[in-house]
């Protein structure tokens, strides 16, 4: 298995309270993506990352944010959580246009 | 904009017997790479094939194999002798764009 892991694995927050998931891999892949699963959308794209420092917007962005200072490390963050961003949330890595190794998920529940 | 569009929702299939899901795409790109992952209920996303659009031929992983029609843009899993662990949640991914899942159901 691809060594990523993601943490926390689960969260309950508030309405209106920032939220930072961590994404750590051990692989030294280029690419790192952040995903959200709901029901009936399968995943879709929120950011991703092409390098340290290097990151673009995906199909669902808005309300996220994202860092990534080194290699390893890829963040999300919810600047103002909103009950419509409770999902469960994936990293994942890849060398370009290859398959992507996921990590275990965070399920996050916002009320 | 790269889609991906899996039409069934949900498939079920008797345990030995064999299953196809389907899974049609659009890009303006000529050479690209598609996929087919799995997620059972532990929910861990894992590899299941993949096909480079350059390669006429059709990839096999045991007893999953695809046909990939590049001028149709299908990309569609079979699943021989299934089995009771293959009860999982498909994708079907162009790149790093994902359809919306078929659920299949092994029935013993």
């Known amino acids: 298995d691809a060594g990523i892991t993601q943490s926390p694995r689960h969260k309950v927050t508030e309405t209106g309270t920032p939220v930072t998931l961590r994404c750590h891999q051990t692989?030294?892949?280029?690419?790192m993506y952040w995903y959200r699963q709901d029901p009936g959308h399968g995943l879709r794209l929120i950011h991703y990352?092409?390098?340290?420092?290097?990151?673009d917007k995906g199909e669902v962005s808005d309300g996220y944010s994202v860092s990534r200072s080194k290699t390893e490390d890829f963040l999300l963050t919810l600047e103002s959580a909103t009950s419509s961003q409770t999902s469960v949330y994936f990293c994942?890595?890849?060398?370009?246009?290859?398959?992507?190794?996921f990590g275990p998920g965070t399920r996050l529940t916002v009320t | 904009a790269q889609t991906v569009t899996q039409s069934q929702p949900e498939m079920s299939v008797q345990e030995a017997e064999t299953v196809t899901l389907s899974c049609t795409y659009d890009?303006?790109?000529?050479?690209?790479?598609l996929f087919w992952y799995k997620q059972p209920p532990s929910r861990q996303m894992i590899l299941v094939i993949r096909?480079?659009?350059?390669?006429?031929q059709n990839a096999t992983e045991n007893r999953f194999s695809v046909n990939f029609q590049k001028a149709a843009k299908s990309f569609s899993l079979k699943i021989s002798d299934s089995q009771l662990g293959d009860a999982a949640m498909y994708f079907c991914?162009?790149?790093?764009?994902f359809g919306a899942g078929t659920i299949l159901r092994v029935k013993s």
């Open positions: 994942a890595i890849s060398e370009r246009d290859h398959e992507q190794y």
């Open positions: 692989e030294n892949h280029r690419y």
């Open positions: 990352s092409y390098g340290v420092k290097d990151t």
């Open positions: 890009t303006s790109e000529s050479d690209y790479y």
């Open positions: 096909q480079e659009a350059y390669k006429q």
């Open positions: 991914a162009l790149g790093g764009v």
